[in-house]
């Protein structure tokens, strides 16, 4: 579904990014992990086309992102980013219909309401929907972001789509953290490409199908989480020395500091 070639992304001398060659497969949730400024981020934003690479090319299906026109790009790819600045008075009802905004003249009202509906039901905000954004907790917002990308990607045949969710827990509770994975998650089953940034690796182990560990703006590692996430490469990259404990299951894995 996404595949890239040749990356590369550098400022100020600096090279924040280098990936030789990625695939994300359709059917799956692909998470992104890595120790602060390893270039997370910034492989989100290129694979998303919103950051033109200084070398390479991304191809979404069949043609290279750079190609897309941006109606179609919107609406066959959604990105919830760490955290959104408004500046209007709007409701989160009003945040979640700005999702459909790419569907005008492609789809019908009555499509553009149900989808609003949905998404806001998945979410769990409809009871926030004439809440003014301003009011709303920080956790409260990102669940309203959740159901705008919900909305927007509603409509075309999921295994066309791709959801890009960079740090989407970071502000959220651990039931809300859960539920928006789980969310995520439930795109990746009806066929869509999802990739989340996280920081947290045991929600990592328990909804990513494949991890990626980035150190450096490379990918040092590539695999199942339960496999790649050992004790060795865990202490290396993030510079701590950790013990992983294990539940009872692969996706169960939890690691504390040493």
Do not use: Y
Not at 85 to 110: I, Q, Y
Not at 202 to 222: F, H, P
């Amino acid at each position: 579904m996404i595949e890239a070639r040749g990356l590369r992304v550098a400022r100020g001398g600096r090279v924040l990014l280098a990936v030789a060659e990625l695939s994300l497969a359709q059917g799956a949730v692909t998470g992104v992990v890595g120790p602060n400024g390893a270039g997370k981020s910034t492989l989100t934003r290129v694979l998303a086309g919103e950051l033109r690479p200084d070398t390479g090319t991304v191809r979404l299906g069949e043609l290279p992102v750079a190609a897309i026109p941006p109606a179609e790009l919107a609406r066959r790819r959604a990105v919830l980013p760490q955290s959104t600045m408004l500046g209007f008075p709007l409701t989160a009802e009003d945040v979640v219909r700005l999702g459909r905004t790419p569907h005008a003249g492609a789809a019908s009202a009555a499509e553009d309401e149900a989808a609003i509906a949905a998404a806001m039901e998945e979410a769990g905000v409809i009871h926030l929907a004439s809440r003014m954004m301003a009011t709303l907790s920080g956790g409260e917002a990102q669940r309203v972001q959740l159901a705008r990308v919900l909305a927007q990607l509603s409509g075309p045949d999921p295994a066309t789509t791709a959801l890009f969710l960079d740090e989407p827990t970071s502000s959220l509770d651990l039931a809300h953290a859960h539920a928006i994975l789980r969310a995520a998650s439930r795109r990746a089953v009806q066929g869509a490409t999802v990739l989340a940034v996280l920081h947290d690796l045991s929600l990592a182990a328990a909804w990513c199908d494949r991890v990626l560990v980035l150190e450096g703006g490379t990918i040092v590692a590539d695999g199942a989480p339960h496999a790649v996430l050992d004790e060795a490469l865990v202490s290396r990259v993030w510079g701590i020395s950790v013990r992983r404990l294990e539940g009872g299951s692969a996706r169960d894995i939890a690691f504390l500091a040493a």
